[in-house]
Structures are given as structure tokens and as C-alpha cells.
């Protein structure tokens, strides 16, 4: 029987042996479960109404259900054929209302040869368990013969959408006070021009000989701060673009070219060494190892209204026990309104929003996805443990 405690990982290398249908299975659209369900009755998920303080938060990232049956969508397909452009997280969903409890479809099934790698074209069939709870397998009711694929680990699904994160990865996101100070920056453009974009020509201070040909342009965007304590944990740096030298002079003004814009360059722009961001997919949905409160206090691109897919700070990092994995659940903030009768204000209870999952942490802060959003969520909502 295979140990539930083993951590669920897409492991680097070359290698996966798996048993795939050859015979027709119903294959739903994309975002969708199949039409064909298991039945059961869907379990409500809570939208917590109650204040932070008084939610239960979990201890351990082992977080388990005794009743994976009730956390079983009413809608979870019998059979599913995993598509290009799926990823763990979604398949879930098709599944549970608690993608955290995943790893337990996995339990004790020996009909999928490697349930730590899934690729496109595998069947998943939900079964049930000699203990009544249900479990996902490989289909190896139609075939001929076990057939032994092997592809790179690229090819595997991944845990979240790596095209959400792209332009996020593109760029560096947190840096010092002292890095930004000593980095180059652009004095000018071509033609006198007070903005620039791709293709123009920069001119640059602050390039040493030593220095790379190729540079990220970023923008000092103010510090990332504690919501609560007002501290401050490292500096933005908002992505510009890409800058290309083309005559490094040290010690004087040195040429460049942007070669890739993703806003308006202006003067006093820094250019910072292409950051190498990228991203381990070797991680699978978990609770924190500790309880972890924290907030939202930046989102990637600016917007006023956080969504689904878009890329979130919070003011907790590693140094507070989050890493890449952990899945919080977002809470709303309560406003605060007059009371009518009693007089003075009061405080709403917070309320549920949605999920998030951390992709990367630093020290002091994490970069997070949202991968639910039940309503819109803003900076200085709550990020919290799920609970069990």
C-alpha cells in the first residue's frame, strides 16, 4: 500500500511508464467535468461568515479527511482524459471541493503505474476503495499490451497553469534598497524623447565592464509592507522591459537598445541582471505547516479587482513557514458600517473569496495565484490556513 504521507511531486528527469485506454472514453470540454458523474451529494463548501479570530486553522501540512466520499463532487466524472492544457489543480476540481485532499484519490491504487507523473492522453477512472472511499486509477480495462512511454517531464500537466505566471517570472519582483541604489540607469533616450519603447535607443550610467550585455528594466515601485506593522520587507520592482547594451563604456554613458517593452521606459529606470525565475512545478496542493495569517499587499499588473490566475504578494515568506504548495484561503475584509440602533460603527465579519496557492517564497514575502475567487478580492484582504 502506498504511504499517504509521501509528498505528491512531478519529479525532474526523463520517465514515465503509463497504462492509456485504447478504447473511447468521454473526454469533457475543457474547464468542465464529464456529463457522466459518480452521484454522490455534494458537500456545501463553508463561506466562512465568521470573524478570523474565531475559524479553526489547521497544525499540520498533512491535512486529511476521513470522509474523502462527502468532499466528492456530485458532478465528478467516472472517466477523464487528461488534456493538453490541464493541470493538477483543475482535475481537483473536477473531483473535490477540497483539491487539497487530492493526494487521497491516489490511495493504495495500483492501476496507475506512476501516479506522480500524468501526461495528456492518460484515462483517470474514479473507483471505490475496499473501505467504501473513492480512489482515481489508471484505465486498464481495453488494451492489447502495456505500452512504455517515455517523455520529457515538460510534457507532464503541471500543478497550475504556467502560462499565468509567465510575464510574472519575466522579471525580478523583490530586491533591496542598497541593489536598486547602485544599479545602472537609463539618462536618456534617442531623439530627446521623454518615454520610450521597443526598439529605441537608451543611454545608460552605471555599466561596468564586468557587466552582462542583456538587463532587465525595472522601476522602483515603493516597498512591500507589513499590513499590520507597517514594516517594511523589501522593495518592488515593477518589470519595464528588457535592455540589450551595444557599446558598454565604464565609468561613463553607455548605448542600449529595448528590445522588449512591457510599459513606457522612462529616465531613472534601473537595469538589473536578467533574474533566472525559473519555475519548479515540483510541488503539489498542501495545508501550511503552521498557521499562517497574512494579507494581500500587492498584485501583479496593478489592477484594482483580484480575479482568478492573477498574481499576488503577501506579507508572509518563508521565514513565517510558507512554501510553494501551501493553499490559503482568502477572506474578504468586513467593512465597517454605522450601527442604527445601538449607535457608533461596527465591524461585518469577514467573509470567504477564494483560494490562493504559493508558487514562491522569499524571505519575508511569498508570490501567490489565485486559483479561486468566489467574489472580488482587494490588497489588505486575509490570506489564512484552510481549515480542516
Not at 242 to 262: A, F, L, Y
Not at 269 to 274: E, S, W
Request: include cysteine.
Amino acid at each position: 500500500m502506498k504511504n499517504v504521507s509521501t509528498p505528491w511531486r512531478l519529479a525532474a528527469g526523463l520517465l514515465v511508464a503509463s497504462m492509456v485506454s485504447a478504447g473511447c472514453a468521454h473526454d469533457p470540454p475543457p474547464g468542465a467535468p464529464s456529463t457522466q458523474t459518480a452521484g454522490q451529494p455534494t458537500t456545501k463548501i463553508e463561506l466562512g461568515v465568521q470573524p478570523l479570530a474565531e475559524r479553526p486553522t489547521v497544525q499540520t501540512s498533512s491535512l486529511r479527511t476521513s470522509d474523502l466520499a462527502g468532499h466528492l463532487r456530485a458532478d465528478a466524472p467516472l472517466r477523464y482524459v487528461v488534456k493538453k492544457g490541464d493541470t493538477l489543480w483543475a482535475i481537483a476540481g473536477y473531483y473535490l471541493d477540497d483539491p487539497w485532499f487530492w493526494p487521497q484519490l491516489w490511495d493504495a491504487n495500483p492501476g496507475i503505474a506512476n501516479p506522480h507523473r500524468i501526461y495528456p492522453g492518460d484515462v483517470l477512472v474514479l473507483t471505490r476503495g475496499m473501505d467504501g472511499q473513492p480512489r482515481l486509477a489508471g484505465d486498464r480495462t481495453v488494451h492489447l499490451s502495456p505500452r512504455v512511454r517515455v517523455e520529457p517531464l515538460a510534457e507532464a500537466i503541471p500543478v497550475i497553469p504556467y502560462d499565468a505566471l509567465r510575464d510574472f517570472l519575466i522579471s525580478p519582483q523583490l530586491v533591496d534598497e542598497q541593489t536598486l541604489d547602485r544599479a545602472p540607469y537609463v539618462v536618456s533616450f534617442d531623439d530627446q524623447h521623454l518615454v520610450a519603447g521597443r526598439g529605441a535607443l537608451v543611454y545608460v550610467r552605471g555599466v561596468g565592464a564586468d557587466d552582462p550585455e542583456r538587463f532587465q528594466l525595472v522601476r522602483h515601485d515603493g516597498p512591500y509592507r507589513d499590513a499590520t506593522t507597517g514594516q517594511v520587507l523589501g522593495q518592488q520592482a515593477l518589470p519595464v522591459g528588457e535592455v540589450t547594451m551595444t557599446d558598454k563604456v565604464p565609468g561613463d554613458v553607455s548605448t542600449g537598445v529595448i528590445d522588449k517593452s512591457d510599459r513606457e521606459a522612462l529616465a531613472g529606470d534601473r537595469l538589473l541582471p536578467v533574474a533566472d525565475n525559473d519555475l519548479a512545478l515540483d510541488f503539489y496542493p498542501q495545508a501550511p505547516t503552521q498557521p499562517i495569517v497574512a494579507h494581500l499587499i500587492s498584485v501583479y499588473g496593478g489592477v484594482t479587482s483580484i480575479g482568478q490566475y492573477d498574481v499576488v504578494t503577501l506579507d508572509r515568506g518563508a521565514d513565517d513557514g510558507l512554501a510553494r504548495g501551501d493553499v490559503l484561503n482568502v477572506f474578504q475584509i468586513g467593512r465597517t458600517v454605522p450601527d442604527p440602533v445601538a449607535g457608533g460603527s461596527v465591524a461585518l465579519p469577514a467573509v470567504y473569496a477564494g483560494q490562493l496557492m504559493v508558487f514562491k517564497t522569499e524571505s519575508r514575502v511569498s508570490f501567490a495565484l489565485v486559483m479561486q475567487a468566489r467574489r472580488a478580492i482587494h490588497i489588505n484582504d486575509a490570506a489564512r490556513s484552510p481549515a480542516p
